[in-house]
C-alpha cells in the first residue's frame, strides 16, 4: 500500500452480497488476489475532513467537475506507533488522482491538533504531497468530520497490473472517538446486504469484465461513502431539499 501517486478511472456499483459471491467466482481464472492482507482480505478506516460550511459535501454531492477530499487511512490493526498515511484524493472529469504520503500516527495527530508550520519536523515518505495536504487543509480550514471503516476484499488483474477491483462491506462510520487507532466500529451506513463495488482501471474495463457484470445485471451507481456518512450523522444541518444517497435494496 505504498503507492503514492497515481491516476485512474472507477466505475462504482451497489451490489447484493449474492453478486458479489458470484463475481468473484467469475473473476477467479482473471484475477488474483491483491498482494496485501489475507486472500485480499483487510480493514479500511479513515479520518474524513470537512469544514463548518460543509464544503468538501456540497462539493462531493453536487458533483464539480473538480472536487477533492483530505483522509487520514490507516490499515487493519493498528496502534498510536503505527503508520498512517495522509491522502488528497482529487476528480476531475471522471479521472481519480490520489496523492498520499506515509506518516507515523502520532506525527499525524501533532499535525491535526497543533500544526507545527515548518513541515520538515514531521517524518513523512514524500515531504512535497505532505505540502500539499497541508495547503489543501489551510485553503479550506479543515478539521476532523467523522471516521469511515469497511471490511475489503481485493483483486488485481493476472494479465492488465492497471486493473483492479475492490468490494467493500460492513460499511460503518461515527463522529465521536475520532482517534482512527481505536478502530472500525460506528453506525453501519448502508444496506447491510449491499456491497460497493468499484473497478478501477486506467482505460477501459476490459470485455470478459463487462460482459459478467452485464449477465449478473450489477448496476453502475455512484454511492459516496463520506456524503452517506454526512447525511446519516449530520442530518439535521442539511438542507432538507437535499437528496440523500440511495443505499438501500429496492431504491433506485
Known sequence: MAIEI????????LITRYQYEALVDLMYPYMRYDKFGNAGRYTVTSLYFDNDERQIYFETKNKLKFRQKL?????DETDINGTAFFEVKQKHNNVVNKRRTAIPLMDAYRYINKPDRDLCNYQTSNPQIFKEVDYFRRFY???PEMVVSYDRHAFHCITDPDLRVTFDLNLRCRNEDLNIEYGPYGEHIIDPNLVVLEVKVTHSVPLWLTRFLQDLNCEQRSASKFCTSMELLRGES???KIMNEKVMIGVG
Open 71 to 75: 483522509r487520514l487511512r490507516i490499515y
Open 238 to 240: 442539511i438542507p432538507t
Open 6 to 13: 497515481f491516476s485512474r478511472r472507477e466505475q462504482k456499483y
Open 141 to 143: 480550514q479543515l478539521d
